[in-house]
């Protein structure tokens, strides 16, 4: 069943296009960031991270961009595949904090049209 | 290896009731987390423990107790069900060493109080 809500924000693509899903933060003080993706009934799954010290991260099929001057955060997700389908939250935590806990964002929606 | 599990899949409460979701880890990680997930927002903490014997509040803590006897075992008690915590509930562990990357989350538990 779902896990999530029904008035998250969606993004609705096609089949083999780009997608870029986006997220603000608002501590000053954090400094590693996370994506996670999260399919219908099941736990959010780790897909990349970046720390502060960097601007850009690369992974397969999936790119994560920061920028700390507008405390945003952007995760592109290359020739987007039904699978792709599912709600996408950043997360962000703080050495401050030890990074023993987790602060999500709201999520988005990732719709894939075939 | 089971990963991290979660029992019961789904529960029905009435208010003043109490329970205790179940949550166990074979993979010997130091770190446990209970998260709670309200639909149209993402994971918040509730409550987090670093080894067994230690537990600590997260970002909403009240209503609930936790404790940490072994490494394995992490249960989260409600002690007064109310509306309000109706909600999908997720734990989440990961080695002390390690950060958020190898954070592993289980399945959930679909809690509604009435």
């Known amino acids: 069943g779902e896990s999530v809500g029904l008035h998250l924000p969606t993004l609705s693509v096609q089949e083999g296009d780009n997608s870029i899903i986006n997220c603000a933060y608002s501590?000053?003080?954090?400094?590693?960031f996370i994506w996670y993706k999260q399919e219908s009934g099941k736990g959010p799954q780790f897909i990349i991270d970046?720390?502060?010290?960097?601007d850009k991260r690369q992974g397969q099929r999936v790119t994560v961009l920061l920028n700390k001057t507008v405390k945003h955060l952007s995760l592109q997700i290359a020739a987007t595949q039904p699978g792709d389908s599912a709600v996408y939250f950043c997360?962000?935590?703080?050495?401050?904090?030890?990074?023993?806990?987790?602060?999500f964002g709201s999520g988005t929606r990732l719709q894939v049209q075939p | 290896n089971a990963g991290v599990t979660q029992t019961p899949k789904f529960q029905v409460l009435k208010t003043g009731q109490s329970m205790t979701l179940q949550c166990a880890q074979d993979?010997?990680?130091?770190?446990m987390s209970w998260y709670r997930q309200d639909p149209g927002m993402g994971l918040r903490l509730i409550h987090y423990?670093?080894?067994?014997?230690?537990?600590d509040q997260g970002e909403v803590p009240n209503g609930y107790n936790v404790s940490r006897s072994t490494t394995e075992d992490f249960p989260l008690r409600l002690l007064s069900a109310a509306p309000s915590q109706t909600s999908v509930y997720f734990c989440?562990?990961?080695?002390?060493?390690?950060?958020?990357?190898?954070?592993?989350f289980g399945p959930g538990t679909r809690l509604t109080v009435l």
């Open positions: 970046i720390r502060s010290n960097m």
């Open positions: 501590n000053s003080a954090s400094d590693y």
């Open positions: 423990s670093v080894g067994a014997g230690i537990t």
């Open positions: 993979m010997n990680h130091e770190y």
């Open positions: 989440a562990s990961r080695p002390r060493s390690g950060i958020h990357n190898e954070q592993f």
């Open positions: 997360a962000e935590t703080s050495f401050d904090t030890g990074r023993r806990a987790l602060t």
